[in-house]
């Protein structure tokens, strides 16, 4: 089976840009999971969407967002960016059968702001 | 009460050694407790888990020991190799919370030939 996939790997903006960032979970897993990681805040849960609904939320500003679609795919946005949104962006995956805590990491998009 | 507190921040020792992360939480709510390891440049990969019914777990060389009374949980790495070098976070989760890992802040370990 295939893993997490994530696009783009690295991605450079500037400060107010917005960026988009894409997550394929692993087949026949509904629901995705989206943490920051930063060496100042470690690993920070951002959000979680199951079928096409967001049913978590961590204490990020309202600049952050996502979605996720038919197909169990996602998307998180972050509009205007700040120089502190630098960070590597994790999605992961989980509701496999029998397993549904375990949750599956991608390798992450290395977002810069400059 | 949310946090899960890991230490240490930094571990070193030779091959063969027996390095151990220990992890503290305080929301008894948490009944899920994963290990990830995590190698620079990729994400975290999960290692091992344990619920709290259970007092000890082993995979191969990786054994979690866990003690509900204190709300403590450690993992151990048995005979640790250079290949073993890597990041460990311990995190951990309510189950009717969804999907919401709270994470240590890490240990970085270094295995020496």
């Known amino acids: 089976k295939a893993g997490v996939t994530q696009t783009p790997r690295y991605l450079i903006k500037t400060r107010g840009q917005q960026v988009t960032l894409s997550c394929s979970p692993i087949s026949g897993h509904r629901s995705v999971s989206w943490y920051q990681q930063t060496p100042g805040q470690g690993l920070q849960f951002l959000f979680e969407y199951f079928s096409e609904t967001q049913r978590n939320k961590g204490n990020f500003p309202g600049r952050f967002s996502g979605r996720q679609f038919s197909n169990s795919r996602s998307e998180m946005n972050v509009s205007t960016l700040e120089l502190g949104d630098s960070a590597l962006y994790l999605c992961?995956?989980?509701?496999?059968?029998?397993?549904?805590?375990?949750?599956?990491f991608g390798p992450g998009t290395r977002l810069t702001v400059l | 009460q949310q946090q899960v507190k890991q230490s240490p921040q930094s571990l070193i020792v030779q091959k063969g050694g027996i390095p151990i992360i220990n992890c503290a939480y305080e929301n008894t709510a948490f009944d899920y407790f994963p290990w990830y390891q995590q190698f620079p440049g990729k994400g975290p990969a999960l290692l091992i888990a344990?619920?709290?019914?259970?007092s000890e777990k082993k995979e191969g060389r990786f054994t979690i020991s866990f003690n509900k009374s204190a709300k403590q949980f450690s993992l151990h790495i048995m005979d640790s190799q250079p290949g073993d070098s890597a990041t460990y976070f311990c995190?951990?989760?309510?189950?009717?919370?969804?999907?919401?890992?709270?994470f240590g802040a890490g240990t970085r370990l270094a295995v020496h030939p």
């Open positions: 344990i619920r709290p019914d259970v």
């Open positions: 992961a995956s989980s509701g496999g059968q029998g397993m549904r805590n375990e949750q599956f």
């Open positions: 995190a951990a989760i309510v189950s009717g919370g969804y999907n919401k890992l709270i």
